[in-house]
């Protein structure tokens, strides 16, 4: 693999170099940085009157001191320091709504192999249970503490109780498949167990990953390599709810089907299956199709190798938003307030977007926060053998008032 | 203890030597390997070949440089491991991340290209990181040697994430066209 081949090169640049780096850097502190402040309290004056239900943990609610400068454009930070002189008794009482709902950092934190992209020839239905007219007004934005946000291994530590709870799944899931006899593997940020045949591994974050080494074969009758059709994925679909149900937990278990994409040589992958619980609202069902769900990993060929089910946490919450509509999404599209992680060409225009999701996006590091994301086909990926690129550009979903950003 | 004081102890083979390692680089050889594998046992014990080999490398090896001679010991075992690891599925991980930024340094392919030795492309690229200005050179070895996270390096530097990710994805398209001009084909 090349780019591992420059990465060990990397590894063997002269050890001077390597030692200059890694001496303490101080932290340059700016001017700006309390203007960057000021200004986004000075935003949030115009929301003030708008501000409803809170549910907000004050612990991480954030005072101006420590809004982070990164994400203020440099207009903005102008608009704060003309204004800084006009408005100190306003700050006062700004300081007090942002304590209740802070302003949110939404430049995105990627993670992943290159570019997000779908390829296919025609735009792939994506399961996603979100519909235009579902009406949803707020959205919760809620903090990631996923082991993997840490990054120093020694530091992490999860708390009893949770640790227990990651037992307890363990040995439920563990009695489920018959290993009620084999002792779980206690370690510091996982339970695991295994019989050689099966092993069952939970995350701190409440994650579990079942791992079939031998893989799992369906009965004949039902179509799951990569030739499936979505009805014959759906029936797969109803039959792992039948074998399964038992560990998922769900009141009233949906059917969410991907379309398989290609790859670059046009080879169709497999539909993928994702069920979740249906909520009494449409905010819930969101909720549980990203937080809350189970996927199954089944090859081309037909054969199940991992079932993931996830139980992640949906607190604390920073804070309840407003949600924009699409098409306000849209016209922040057009203007270029997007992300995206591909930097190949530039935006080809709205009338190649192809279609539009709200999603959290489900960052390893960063919290969880809605987003339009929109599909854009982009006419300079198209290939010889005529398969499309679709690509992925993220609007944040919140009020544009409670953002600071800077876009990548 | 100082670095000569510790090689002393491993050229003496007193055992002592690597408690002296992991004192003064075990928490920074662990965050590189668990960087790399999101792992805690598996960086523990790449940490702990690290200061295996590092007992069979010295003597006959001094390092002038130990802090460097260590880390790139550890991120090799990383890097050995993590590939075990995704044999079948991707995990997440910071290498990830790494490596698929790094796929736009590779320089395109030419007909008179030649396959060069990593040594020889780690040559190449010292030479370009000491053609930039310090606080860039510092941010990219940051990143892709001490695979340090962007939100760490910006936090450190005090800039925004975003100036930081701008600023690796300008070098990293520099240092493709510097290894093109170079000749050099990976």
């Known amino acids: 693999m090349r780019k591992e081949i420059l990465f060990r090169a990397i590894g063997q640049i002269d050890g001077d170099l390597i030692e200059e780096a890694g001496q303490k850097k101080s932290v340059k502190k700016r001017g700006w940085i309390r203007y960057a402040a000021l200004a986004a309290s000075l935003v949030l004056l115009v929301g003030i009157a708008r501000l409803t239900d809170q549910k907000l943990t004050p612990d991480r609610a954030k005072g101006p001191s420590d809004v982070q400068p990164g994400g203020m454009q440099d207009d903005e930070i102008r608009a704060g320091e003309t204004q800084v002189e006009e408005t100190q008794i306003a700050e006062t009482e700004s300081q007090n709504q942002i304590e209740k709902r802070p302003v949110l950092d939404f430049t995105m934190l990627f993670d992943g192999m290159g570019f997000q992209g779908i390829m296919a020839y025609e735009m792939p239905e994506l399961g996603n249970p979100w519909n235009e007219t579902d009406e949803i007004e707020t959205l919760p934005v809620i903090e990631n503490h996923s082991i993997y946000a840490v990054s120093d291994s020694r530091n992490i530590r999860i708390e009893k109780e949770r640790y227990d709870e990651m037992l307890s799944w363990t040995s439920e899931v563990a009695t489920f498949f018959g290993m009620e006899d084999i002792k779980p593997e206690e370690k510091r940020e996982y339970v695991s167990i295994s019989n050689g045949e099966i092993e069952i591994r939970v995350d701190g974050d409440m994650q579990m990953r079942i791992h079939f080494l031998n893989e799992v074969s369906f009965p004949k009758e039902y179509h799951a390599t990569n030739s499936a059709t979505r009805e014959e994925t759906y029936e797969l679909a109803e039959y792992l709810i039948g074998e399964y149900k038992e560990l998922f937990q769900m009141k009233n278990p949906q059917i969410a089907i991907a379309d398989g994409d290609y790859s670059f040589d046009a080879v169709r992958n497999c539909n993928e299956i994702r069920i979740y619980d249906k909520g009494d609202t449409a905010v819930e069902t969101l909720l549980n199709y990203h937080f809350e769900y189970v996927k199954f990993w089944i090859s081309n060929e037909g054969e199940m190798s991992y079932m993931d089910i996830n139980r992640r946490d949906r607190t604390p919450v920073l804070g309840e938003y407003e949600i924009i509509s699409v098409e306000e999404a849209t016209k922040l599209l057009a203007d270029g307030r997007f992300d995206t992680t591909y930097h190949e060409s530039e935006f080809p225009g709205l009338e190649y977007v192809r279609d539009v999701e709200l999603v959290y996006y489900m960052s390893f590091i960063d919290d969880y926060k809605p987003y339009y994301r929109f599909w854009v086909e982009v006419p300079a990926k198209k290939r010889e053998n005529d398969l499309n690129t679709y690509v992925a550009y993220y609007v944040p979903a919140v009020e544009t008032a409670y953002l600071e950003i800077t876009f990548n | ?186």
């Open chain 2, 1 to 186: 203890m100082k670095d000569e004081e510790i090689i002393g102890l491993y050229w003496d083979r007193n055992q002592k030597a690597i408690p002296a390692t992991d004192a003064k680089y075990g928490k920074l050889l662990n965050q590189i390997a668990y960087r790399i594998l999101y792992n805690s046992q598996d960086a523990e014990e790449c940490v702990n070949d690290t200061y295996l080999n590092t007992w069979n490398c010295i003597p006959p090896q001094k390092p002038t440089y130990f802090q460097a001679f260590l880390g790139a010991i550890t991120r090799n075992l990383s890097i050995d491991r993590y590939k075990e690891q995704h044999a079948k599925k991707r995990i997440p991980s910071e290498l990830t991340l790494l490596l698929s930024e790094l796929e736009e340094v590779l320089p395109a392919q030419s007909d008179v290209h030649r396959e060069i030795e990593e040594k020889e492309i780690a040559a190449h690229i010292s030479t370009f990181l000491r053609n930039l200005d310090l606080e860039k050179r510092m941010i990219f070895i940051r990143r892709y040697w001490y695979c340090e996270e962007i939100k760490q390096i910006a936090e450190e530097f005090g800039y925004s994430e975003s100036k930081i990710k701008t600023s690796l994805f300008r070098i990293r398209a520099k240092l493709k066209a510097y290894l093109e001009k170079e000749g050099v084909w990976i």
